[in-house]
């Protein structure tokens, strides 16, 4: 990727970094590798044209959530045209180098799927993969129940999973696969379900006395959860099967809302030491818990640790809910928003939480981790008070 | 129910955890079946409390399924927490001995405890919270001599406030155990 509006930015990133920006101009490093620098990132200004209605609209949400902001074309990195008279066609070029990145006609489907599309070839060209094609699951309340739901990642043609019509809650992605676990009350008892989403299949994963709550699965199939079987709400995971079940913490605390490291070894999650609450991990063969410290914030929970492996994004509560992230091994937290529930994009730059309004209600919303732009995603019909997301990967 | 009560009565007697023990008299097993084998504990890993007094559920599947649920028998015994807390205050044991009365009474019958949170806490880290609350109430029953196997456990997290309001004195009234009497299907 030769270009000197690329140069720049890593030019301007890596004196934000402080770090030797030289070197890595010089061997133009790919930008997808350099760190990413939480909440202190400006964002990349690109202007867009020629499009309108809901072309121009899917446009700006997908790209301002992902670290873009518009600006006029004298002052834009990046030039974003087209049109979308029926079909969409999309130019993206580079003022400074007078390169063409992008150039395409696309058709079929829908003009909303064609500019997804075309949003990720942009994403993908200029910096890493984009994530205007993925889907979130989440937890929307219809009164005093509530259902599982999965939509585009812009909370855009939403659909019910679930019609329990009693409490669901907790969703989350099978790795790889459309298919969810999730906790239903459908048996009269918090369970936890495996629903493929692709048969319309479910069944019971886990049905044992108290609390059966929380699920994780990693990409080699295995499945963290809270249970309370041994008496106190406890880490333990098992086999994609349910077979091979084995506790992993044995407290008296609460413990809450196990996550998965990228490569399956660790599972972090939210407990209790003495009076505080903390953040913990365990490997998933078993042994002392140890603690992620995470300076500056309090009451820590809802752990999410990012698919490339370096972040844990988490909830702190100190009178509101703050939306945080922290390197994987602990340290200086960054607070970006007001918020609750963090689940990574697959890219690990974007997170979708809970932001709650005036009244209490809740509304999913994306937040684009360096720059701290969110933008909440469509209002779900019929819901109006949405939570616990998941995004796919 | 009588195979419940069996299995708890034998498996009870086989784990170190459960400390407390049986009062003879009002619980009979019957219909004795081999007690399924205790699984191996998994690793073990006190993070602050190594003495543990956790009180393990014996049966693998939810203890009272198609039982008879009666919400009020036990509406005055509710016993309400502090925030962030799962400890039950000296002035709401009576409450709990009032629900083991009952079932001392009443061998035949059974209790679910409903724990319950106000909303300021992180969903899944309230669900853990009320499980933590019903469990509280389930270890005074059994130190008050009740068979643990006759106290299920069930977190509603916020999911089922009282009061639906948002507010110091709705979260009073949501940060609870509510208890569920249990009576055999007829």
Aim: proline fraction near 6%; hydrophobic fraction near 35%.
């Amino acid at each position: 990727m030769k270009n000197n509006s690329l140069v720049k930015r890593i030019l301007f990133s890596g004196a934000l970094l402080g770090i030797g920006f030289c070197a890595m101009a010089q061997n133009e490093v790919n930008v997808t590798k350099r760190t990413m620098n939480p909440g202190a990132e400006p964002p990349t200004w690109v202007s867009l044209s020629g499009f309108t209605g809901e072309a121009e609209s899917v446009l700006r949400f997908d790209l301002y959530v992902q670290g873009f902001n518009f600006t006029n074309a004298e002052a834009a990195q990046y030039l974003i045209s087209g049109s979308n008279n029926g079909n969409l066609q999309g130019r993206v070029s580079d003022p400074h180098s007078k390169a063409t990145l992008v150039s395409k006609a696309y058709s079929g489907a829908s003009l909303r799927r064609q500019a997804h599309l075309f949003a990720d070839e942009f994403v993908t060209a200029i910096a890493r993969k984009g994530v205007a094609q993925t889907k979130i699951a989440f937890k929307g309340d219809t009164g005093a129940n509530s259902e599982i739901y999965v939509a585009d990642f812009d909370g855009n043609n939403p659909q019910a999973v679930t019609a329990d019509h009693t409490i669901v809650a907790a969703p989350t992605w099978a790795s790889g696969r459309l298919a969810l676990y999730y906790t239903s009350y459908k048996l009269g008892n918090p369970d936890i379900f495996f629903h493929d989403l692709l048969s319309g299949q479910r069944h019971v994963f886990a049905r044992y006395s108290g609390l059966n709550t929380s699920p994780a699965a990693t990409a080699n199939g295995r499945v963290a959860m809270i249970l309370s079987k041994g008496g106190s709400p406890d880490v333990w995971e098992c086999n994609s099967d349910g077979g091979g079940l084995q506790r992993l913490t044995a407290t008296r605390e609460d413990e809450s809302s196990p996550c998965w490291s990228a490569d399956g070894e660790w599972i972090c999650y939210a407990t209790k030491m003495g009076e505080r609450r903390v953040l913990c991990k365990v490997s998933a063969s078993g042994g002392a818990a140890q603690r992620i410290p995470t300076s500056g914030v309090l009451n820590p929970t809802e752990p999410d640790w990012s698919p490339d492996g370096k972040w844990i994004a988490f909830t702190a509560q100190m009178g509101g809910f703050e939306i945080c992230v922290v390197p994987a091994g602990g340290g200086a937290v960054t607070e970006l928003v007001a918020g609750e529930d963090p689940s990574w994009s697959p890219n690990s730059r974007t997170l979708v939480y809970t932001r709650r309004e005036g009244g209490g209600r809740r509304v999913l919303s994306l937040l684009d981790v360096p720059t701290k732009q969110y933008k909440d995603v469509s209002r779900i019909a019929g819901s109006g008070n949405d939570s616990q997301p998941s995004w796919a990967k | 129910m009588a195979l419940g009560i069996a299995l708890s009565f034998i498996s009870a007697g086989c784990q170190p955890q459960n400390m407390h023990k049986i009062p003879p008299g009002y619980q009979t097993p019957i219909d004795v079946n081999p007690a399924p084998p205790i699984p191996p504990p998994g690793p073990q890993m006190p993070i602050t409390d190594v003495n543990s007094t956790n009180v393990p559920f014996s049966s693998e599947f939810p203890g009272h399924t198609n039982w008879n649920e009666n919400a009020d028998q036990f509406k005055a015994d509710t016993i309400r927490f502090a925030f962030d807390s799962s400890a039950i205050r000296s002035s709401d044991k009576s409450k709990a001995a009032a629900v083991a009365d009952y079932l001392k009474q009443n061998p035949e019958a059974a209790v679910r405890v409903e724990g319950n949170c106000d909303e300021r806490g992180t969903e899944e880290y309230n669900r853990s919270l009320g499980e933590r609350r019903a469990l509280a109430a389930r270890e005074e029953l059994v130190r008050l001599g009740i068979l643990s196997d006759r106290v299920d456990t069930l977190s509603y997290g916020e999911d089922k406030p009282a009061d639906t309001s948002h507010g110091e004195s709705a979260w009073k009234q949501n940060r609870r155990d509510d208890f569920i009497l249990l009576t055999p299907p007829k």
